[in-house]
């Protein structure tokens, strides 16, 4: 649903947002067995919160006071709703650890963002399928509005991860799973061993996803900027292991998407990829041992098995959309979380996208992410046309329409290297 | 030396190459307590050449045996001058690891490019010093012509590394030191553990380099393509560790330069790094984390205290060379690897330099690579007179001068993120 007119409204589809209870209220929804272990990792998430606030009160202060009741959006399904009105957005997804300021809203034993660094399995898929229930609640409520995101820790298990998975395939509004960041010393995600996780997800149609947050903080010390110059690239790492192990040729209908990891890097990379399989000089002695992996060029593979949740993409991404793909790239708000747009979206897309044409917009906000994971447009019109920003609201010039001569040509280096997919 | 007119000739320095014994000849380098773990690694040795020449014997016998002869420059300084006049080289920067074909030019214990995977401290600094007494012995022969960068494994002990260093320093012709590109299971880099390291190197104004080549294989199964789409970036990872740990703030000389991990991802990672400190909206729940860490923007740090050795760089990477820095990347023609330029390499100059600016063309060739390991291109001058191209040779107009406005704008993010050096 491309706007036809300068009053026509777009159907904001955020690829990114999170939800979570209080840690505390998690409790409801965890098997009993784990209370012992749940009242420690009470303890620790307190005292965690008690060190945040040392040395960043002010800042923690402010935002949990002046958002005191969007905030809780997070679980409430009807705030939730008025917050995404507000915002213009008609449906989001929903991540795990709705709180990125102290983490006092992440499912148990910290089975979401940073599940790769649990060591119990039993822990793991304990947190995992607590939130999922609460994830299954909270989608339950205008699931056409809703893409939840289940937890599945596959790298503690592949037969109950499938099960796991089977189980959140059935809950209305449930679109897609999340995967364990790092696989750590558990099983690399090249590995063969997976295909039963990605042949159920590929089966029901639920997007594999990792989102920003996890990287190996044990090795950073107190340098919180090798933290910031490391964190995207331990969520896109999967990515390739999934391309270049094969998994997209045993499974043509897996998807997988990095979330929170910007979009930045996707031309260099598709560039880099390509000219790998091209077999050019410099990787010529590499030719031999790459045949038989992948039958289409590496960055084919981005639109129809790869996909980007860019969240609030940067002007510079922006201006990359053909390259990266606008069938590859989605706008996401990361609503709730402070680094996000919420509750300004409006102000923002307004300043980036003023000069973008309509029909590059629509793909970016919503029509990209409905494809991705299946969003009834239909569904979504009634609410798009009440609360969908329109390109007049975005400065923009309704007539102006992307160039598909740009469009074909943007990936620079197919020519200029020639490249051509795999025999 | 910028070239003044059409036949004036072009100093170039190749800031990546190779120099190695056949592993045997390692031996008579060897402290004698050694040779039983040598005998094994010999073992090891061969039955890895016999496992590569299996899959892959047409390409392996075709590279050695046309280029028998030139690949002894690896070890004979003679015939590597004779192969340097030919390719229009006056002097190279010497790694470790000769053989990149089956890897039978390597020092004892794989204490070359793959230095991170040793376990046995011993081990690790037994083949380190090997290679260095060799290295020392083929630097001492035209030393103005060589920049020998020895081996050490720091991650294996500090002070030991501090006495090999002080050794090193007192060799003609080497110029810098090699450190394992992977800390592994060992102190990560961002530590003020290696302070006295760094101490040392600055000191003895050692540039300190990681070389592509070392990845976490044991992950990557039988993915060859996983292995190729990440091992650029461990190469460069130690560069931010580094940076955001403070080590060029406590050692401003401290130079850190990366090799053959290409150059195009320096812009983007500038960019992003630049934008944290900036503290824009996405990073201002970080900004107060990161204070007192570095006193300068992070793309400031890119031609004083990092550099890079981007050997055959891309035609993509040449026309971002202001945003890379003119004054931070730097030619090499890898010598004697097949994937590199040697013995063709006025070729790929002129296919891929004819419509560059001279003076860029005399800084990434040589100029940058003279400042960085101190070549005295006084002593330079007689052989570059007698060897070097000319502009006229790359096909280049010899009146084609850079332009300042456009060197002084190329890093855009500047000026639309307005960032400014942390206070």
């Not at 997070?74 to 705030?79: G, L, M, N, S, W």
């Not at 590859?328 to 996000?340: F, K, S």
């Not at 509750?343 to 991705?372: Q, R, S, W, Y």
């Amino acid at each position: 649903m491309i706007p036809k007119s300068a009053n026509d409204r777009y159907t904001i589809i955020s690829a990114d947002g999170h939800a979570g209870l209080a840690c505390e209220d998690y409790r409801q929804y965890l098997d009993k067995k784990f209370y012992p272990d749940f009242d420690k990792f009470m303890d620790e998430r307190n005292a965690h919160r008690e060190e945040a606030l040392k040395f960043n009160y002010d800042y923690i202060m402010d935002w949990e006071t002046s958002n005191e009741e969007g905030l809780k959006g997070a679980f409430d399904p009807a705030i939730r709703d008025k917050e995404l009105d507000a915002d213009g957005v008609s449906a989001d997804v929903l991540f795990a650890d709705a709180d990125a300021v102290t983490g006092m809203a992440g499912p148990p034993f910290g089975a979401g963002l940073f599940a790769g660094a649990i060591v119990d399995p039993n822990l793991a898929f304990a947190g995992a399928h607590a939130h999922n229930r609460f994830l299954a609640d909270i989608c339950s409520v205008s699931p056409e509005r809703r893409g939840g995101i289940a937890l599945v820790p596959i790298t503690h298990g592949v037969e109950e991860s499938v099960k796991e998975i089977e189980w959140v395939a059935q809950q209305p509004g449930i679109r897609g799973i999340m995967v364990p960041t790092m696989w750590r010393n558990n099983t690399p995600y090249n590995d063969p061993s997976y295909d039963p996780v990605w042949a159920a997800c590929a089966d029901a149609n639920l997007p594999v996803h990792t989102h920003s947050g996890e990287a190996p903080l044990e090795e950073y010390g107190d340098s919180t900027g090798v933290y910031l110059a490391e964190v995207v690239w331990w969520a896109i790492r999967p990515s390739w292991h999934l391309l270049f192990g094969g998994a997209f040729e045993r499974y043509p209908n897996l998807k997988f998407v990095v979330t929170e990891a910007a979009a930045y890097w996707a031309p260099d990379l598709m560039w880099k990829w390509d000219q790998y399989m091209g077999g050019g000089h410099t990787t010529k002695k590499m030719a031999a041992l790459l045949k038989g992996k992948i039958s289409k060029l590496p960055s084919d593979y981005f639109g129809s098995n790869i996909f980007i949740g860019a969240s609030t993409m940067s002007r510079e991404e922006i201006r990359r959309r053909y390259i990266i793909g606008t069938d590859v790239v989605m706008w996401g708000t990361d609503y709730p979380h402070p680094e996000g747009t919420w509750p300004h979206t409006e102000d923002k897309l307004k300043a980036d996208f003023v000069n973008i044409p309509v029909d590059d917009t629509a793909e970016m906000l919503g029509l990209t992410a409905a494809k991705v994971y299946g969003f009834d447009l239909d569904a979504l019109a009634p609410i798009a046309a009440r609360v969908g920003p329109t390109p007049t609201d975005l400065g923009q010039d309704p007539s102006l329409m992307s160039d598909p001569n740009e469009r074909a040509t943007a990936r620079w280096w197919k020519e200029e290297y020639g490249v051509k997919a795999p025999g």
